[in-house]
């Protein structure tokens, strides 16, 4: 069974910083290209970042490029974010995603990140 | 790249069918077959119930079908449960590794 967990979310002060894991299981983690997709509450979805299966490409949607960093470890097969100068808008709910063939296969419930002070 | 556009809530009552529209542009929807649904009930996360644009992961009901005509996708649920009652969003590739997600559609099941 496919299972992924995010974890780090949390409350943060604007200009701060969180990062973010996922922890996936179930599946062939090192073949998924991986995305962070979040949502505010009440809204839709946004797809944040997106790493491919090695680690050597990633994309950033523009509004935090710059500021949040993707990586992954294979080995653990664990997906991060690095989310750092953190604003009132990037609060939402963050969501691990894995995607192949172009369809995002697998989802995690996601974790609350809240940018306030 | 803008979100798709759907409409913001559609309702029928048990055992009918609704049809969601999700509304793009030549620059993805239009372009590729790479068209995907997912479902989302409240505090959960998103579960795939489409992907390119009408073909359907195992385990999800035949009772959701999903179609496209030029920029414009549809999502079909017939026979109408109160299960189906969830948020749904569409997903269109975009080219060079993007994606846009849909407005989202609340369905009620009346």
């Known amino acids: 069974e496919v299972h992924l967990v995010e974890s780090g979310g949390g409350l943060v002060q604007p200009g701060g910083s969180l990062r973010l894991s996922c922890a996936a299981s179930g599946f062939s983690f090192s073949s998924y290209y991986m995305y962070w997709v979040r949502q505010i509450p009440g809204q839709g979805l946004l797809s944040v970042s997106r790493?491919?299966?090695?680690?050597?490409?990633?994309v950033y949607a523009d509004s935090v490029k710059g500021r949040f960093t993707i990586s992954r470890d294979n080995a653990k097969n664990t997906l991060y974010l690095q989310m750092d100068s953190l604003r009132v808008e990037d609060t939402a709910v963050y969501y691990c995603?894995?995607?192949?063939?172009?369809?995002?296969?697998?989802w995690g419930q996601g974790t609350l990140v809240t940018v306030s002070s | 790249q803008s979100a798709l556009t759907q409409p913001v809530s559609v309702s029928g009552s048990p055992g009918q069918s609704l049809t969601i529209s999700c509304t793009g542009s030549?620059?993805?929807?239009?372009?590729?077959?790479?068209v995907s649904w997912y479902q989302q009930h409240p505090g959960k996360a998103p579960k795939l119930m489409i992907y390119?644009?009408?073909k359907r992961p195992s385990g999800v009901s035949d009772r959701f079908s999903g179609s496209k005509s030029a920029n414009t996708a549809s999502l079909t649920i017939s026979g109408l449960q109160a299960e189906d009652e969830a948020d749904y969003y569409c997903c269109a590739y975009g080219g060079g590794s993007t994606y846009v997600f849909g407005t989202g559609t609340k369905v009620t099941v009346l």
């Open positions: 030549s620059r993805d929807v239009g372009k590729y077959d790479y």
């Open positions: 790493i491919n299966g090695d680690a050597s490409a990633t």
């Open positions: 995603a894995g995607e192949t063939a172009y369809t995002f296969d697998y």
């Open positions: 390119e644009g009408s």
